[in-house]
């Protein structure tokens, strides 16, 4: 894919690195020829400077072609405009801004343009770390389910099947002194051990109360 790193900070330039190396064809550009410079010499993508939403610097970068374009500078106001550069005039097929300050977020959301906030995924997370210390949430799936990671450290010595039908979750895999193992139905799960676990988020906290040790801000 052809893809438009708007911005060369620590987010747009790993980003731009990482998505290089895995064959991607990438043009980046920032303002700032030390952020650019910082890429190095084994940068394989193109690096333009100029003025971000500047369409020259835009067309330089191939955004009549882009099959994606990403807008992460610090500075809200610059991610809106290219992006709606990118959208309305170029009608490109995908366009993901970064969002600075999560209080303008709405303004985003009216434009319809997707966005990532790693300020607020940042808090997200610490989140979940602070009131559940044996739980991480690995992945959402839709709305109402997730995948987990949970550390037994409650409860009754019992088996997969029964926290399976209990719970109304699939176990996946367990952890039991560091070696990751696939379960069968009838295995037991001891104390101490993590389980992989996709559960509806229903019974997610009933799950957690139960086995994991309960920790509440």
């Known amino acids: 894919m052809h893809i438009i790193i708007i911005g ?27 952020k650019l410079s910082v890429l190095g010499s084994g940068f394989n993508g193109t690096k333009i400077k100029g003025i971000e939403y500047d369409q020259d610097h835009l067309m330089e970068a191939g ?6 374009v990403v807008a992460v500078t610090a500075d809200d106001n610059i991610n809106i405009t290219v992006s709606l550069i990118a959208r309305k005039i170029y009608r490109v097929p995908r366009i993901i801004a970064r969002v600075g300050d999560p209080n ?5 959301d009216m434009l319809e343009i997707e966005t990532i906030c790693p300020t ?12 559940i210390k044996s739980l991480d949430v690995l992945a959402t799936i839709g709305k109402d389910t997730e995948i987990i990671e949970l550390t037994v450290r409650k409860g009754k010595f019992c088996t997969v099947k029964a926290i399976e039908e209990k719970y109304a979750c699939i176990i996946s895999g367990v952890e039991i002194d560091g070696e990751f193992i696939i379960p069968k139905r009838e295995d037991y799960v001891p104390h101490g051990s993590k389980i992989i676990c996709t559960i509806n988020k229903k019974y997610k906290e009933k799950l957690i109360i139960s086995l994991a040790k309960e920790l509440t801000l």
């Open 120 to 131: 607020q995924l940042g808090v997200e997370i610490l989140k979940r770390k602070i009131s």
């Open 63 to 68: 955004i009549d072609h882009a099959d994606f």
């Open 8 to 34: 060369c900070g620590k987010l747009g330039g790993t980003l731009a690195k990482e998505l290089s190396i895995n064959g991607h064809d990438i043009s980046i550009v920032d303002h700032d020829s030390e």
């Open 104 to 108: 303008r977020k709405y303004i985003y």
